[in-house]
C-alpha cells in the first residue's frame, strides 16, 4: 500500500523531463517552408514552359502567396514587355494550366538580379 502511494505522489511532484528533441519544428517547416516551395516549383515550370526565351532570363518568381504570383523583372523594357504579354492572353493561360493552388493575380516589379 505505501508503494502504490508513493508512486500515485510522485506522479503529480516530479518533474517531466524536458522535450529536448526538434519534433515540434516538422509541422512548422511544412507549412512554412516545404509547401511554398513545391508550390512555386510547379509554378516555375509553367513559367519557364510558356514565358518566351528571350524574356526568361530576364525574371525571378519571387514568391506564391495568397494566389498572388510575384515576379521580379530586371529591366524597365523587359517588365513593358512582360506586361503586355499578361495582358494579351499569358496570365490566362497561366491560370487555367496551374494545378496547384488558386493563382488569381501576377505582380510584376523591377529589381536587380544576380
Do not use: C
Request: proline share 8%; no cysteine; glycine share 4%.
Amino acid at each position: 500500500m505505501p508503494a502504490e502511494r508513493l508512486a500515485r505522489v510522485r506522479r503529480y511532484r516530479v518533474k517531466p523531463e524536458p522535450d529536448l528533441s526538434l519534433g515540434f519544428l516538422a509541422d512548422q517547416f511544412k507549412r512554412e517552408v516545404e509547401r511554398p516551395h513545391r508550390q512555386l516549383g510547379d509554378l516555375a515550370e509553367l513559367w519557364n514552359r510558356l514565358v518566351p526565351p528571350h524574356l526568361l532570363e530576364h525574371t525571378r518568381l519571387e514568391s506564391f502567396s495568397r494566389a498572388v504570383l510575384r515576379v521580379t523583372v530586371r529591366s524597365s523594357a523587359h517588365l513593358y514587355e512582360l506586361d503586355r504579354l499578361l495582358r494579351q492572353g499569358l496570365r490566362k493561360q497561366l491560370i487555367e494550366q496551374h494545378r496547384g493552388p488558386a493563382l488569381r493575380r501576377i505582380t510584376l516589379r523591377p529589381g536587380d538580379m544576380p
